[in-house]
Structures are given as C-alpha cells and as structure tokens.
T-cell receptor, first 112, second 114 residues
Framework: SQKIEQNSEALNIQEGKTATLTCNYTNYSPAYLQWYRQDPGRGPVFLLLIRENEKEKRKERLKVTFDTTLKQSLFHITASQPADSATYLCALGGDSNYQLIWGAGTKLIIKP | KAGVTQTPRYLIKTRGQQVTLSCSPISGHRSVSWYQQTPGQGLQFLFEYFSETQRNKGNFPGRFSGRQFSNSRSEMNVSTLELGDSALYLC?????????????FGEGSRLTVL
C-alpha cells in the first residue's frame, strides 16, 4: 500500500540555521507533492506545491526539492525563526482519485 | 474573501450518540474534502464532494457519512459514536479538487467522545 514517512521525532534547530525536513514515499508515483504548515489546534496552511517534472521550488525563505528517483522530497527553511516552529505536513497526489495521501508530519522547534 | 468555516469548533458527545459537523467552503469552491486527524497520525481521508456528488471515499466504516448541498456547503455525520472517534475533523475546500492543487482548510471541529 502507499506509504509516506516523515521524521517522526521533533526537529530542534537553532535560530538562524537552515531547517531541513524529509518526506519519503513508497508504492506511489505522485504527479505532485505539497507541503503544509499546521499550528496546534489549527487547520493546515498550504506552503508550496512541486510537480514531478520540477526539481526545485522556492518561495521566500522556503525551498522544496522533489526527487522521483529517490522517492523523496526535502523541505528547507533558511534563516529559521522561532515563528517557524510548527508541524509540517507533506501530501502527495495527482491521480484521478480526488484525494491526497498525507504524512504524519514533523514537528519543528526553532530555539532562540 | 472569507475562509473555510467549520461549526461547531468543539463538541462533547457520549458513546452511541450521533453528531453532525458543518463546513462552508470558500465562495466559488465546488470541492469539499473531509479528514480525520488524531495525535501522531496523518490526515486520514474521509470523503470528497464536488458539485453535490461524492467522488471518493476513504476507508472508514459506514457510520461516517456526508453530503454536499447546492451552495457547496457540506455536512458530515457520524452515527453510533465510539471512543475512537475522538479527533479533530478538518474540512478543506478547493476550486476543482484535491488533485489539482492547493487545499484551503478550516480550523476544524474537535470532537470528544466520552
């Protein structure tokens, strides 16, 4: 069955450093991958979408890579700030079954 | 533009009862998806509606049902509640559906079953 793995443990990063989160998947060939941010008790908020034919996507301090050979996406936050502390979710989709497959998320903690 | 609105935000029920949750999508969006989220779990897909038609359904028992109205508002119902149904229920809207791009989520309805 389709499976998505994200870092199960919280990721602690010093303020100002680059945070890198990983999303690995198996038994799936997604047409695109999305990253969302979720704060406690809130709904996820869309950050970036990257398609299978794109290697890299950037938005301000955020960068996403997508390697369909390794079946992996990396999500980078440069010059990290305490306000970046949240849980980050990856989701895969793109076929015609009208749903996304979600990872369990990685909790990111940026320490001042 | 108003965001996705879910009601109620919090509710407490007892086992065996039933519950109805409501979702008003962003104006103009025709697709509404529902997800269940429990601690440590990814979002589990419940179902997706588009223009009043259910296009896909996740692996949940028949106690979970939903519908969409002509104004795109959607409701989901859970009957004969069990303790394990305690979760955050999230609704997401999009213009064409989850497979075409960004989803806009509501704040969720947190259900506690005692």
């Amino acid at each position: 069955s389709q499976k998505i793995e994200q870092n199960s443990e919280a990721l602690n990063i010093q303020e100002g450093k680059t945070a890198t989160l990983t999303c690995n998947y198996t038994n799936y060939s997604p047409a695109y991958l999305q990253w969302y941010r979720q704060d406690p008790g809130r709904g996820p908020v869309f950050l970036l979408l990257i398609r299978e034919n794109e290697k890299e996507k950037r938005k301000e301090r955020l960068k996403v890579t997508f390697d369909t050979t390794l079946k992996q996406s990396l999500f980078h936050i440069t010059a990290s700030q305490p306000a970046d502390s949240a849980t980050y979710l990856c989701a895969l989709g793109g076929d015609s079954n009208y749903q996304l497959i979600w990872g369990a998320g990685t909790k990111l903690i940026i320490k001042p | 533009k108003a965001g996705v609105t879910q009601t109620p935000r919090y509710l407490i029920k007892t086992r065996g009862q039933q519950v109805t949750l409501s979702c008003s999508p962003i104006s103009g969006h025709r697709s509404v998806s529902w997800y269940q989220q429990t601690p440590g779990q990814g979002l589990q897909f419940l179902f997706e509606y588009f223009s009043e038609t259910q296009r896909n359904k996740g692996n949940f028992p028949g106690r979970f049902s939903g519908r969409q109205f002509s104004n795109s508002r959607s409701e989901m119902n859970v009957s004969t509640l069990e303790l394990g149904d305690s979760a955050l229920y999230l609704c997401a809207s999009s213009s064409e559906g989850p497979s075409t791009g960004e989803l806009f989520f509501g704040e969720g309805s947190r259900l506690t079953v005692l």
